[in-house]
């Protein structure tokens, strides 16, 4: 059974940070390039960050500067470091995991930012 288990949404201030992780199993995890989207309420989903299996990185302009992806092979980990969090990056986050001729979705956690 693949699973792509999310950990460290919740509720923080504008300009706080949360670390969300993204523990994968039952996949080979070093073929797979990982990513983070995410989805506000009546809005389409988009694509924030994504790492290749080599480790190169890209960002959605809004994230850029303020995000970091990054992943831990051993661990089967895809992590995304969130800073200077702003009102408008309230959403349900989405870990994702894609190779050739598979791709899987974790279940969503939910980021607030409010004051």
């Known amino acids: 059974q693949v699973q792509l288990v999310e950990s460290g949404g919740g509720l923080v201030q504008p300009g706080g940070s949360l670390r969300l992780s993204c523990a994968a199993s039952?996949?080979?995890?070093?073929?797979?390039?990982m990513g983070w989207y995410r989805q506000a309420p009546g809005k389409q989903r988009e694509l924030v960050a994504a790492?290749?299996?080599?480790?190169?990185?890209n960002y959605t302009d809004s994230v850029q500067g303020r995000f970091t992806i990054s992943r831990d092979n051993a661990k089967n980990t895809v992590y995304l470091q969130m800073n200077s969090l702003k009102l408008e990056d309230t959403a349900v986050y989405y870990c994702?995991?894609?190779?050739?001729?598979?791709?899987?979705w974790g279940q969503g956690t939910q980021v607030t930012v409010s004051s």
């Open positions: 039952g996949i080979t995890f070093r073929f797979y390039n």
């Open positions: 994702k995991a894609d190779t050739i001729g598979s791709g899987y």
């Open positions: 790492i290749t299996r080599r480790g190169s990185t």
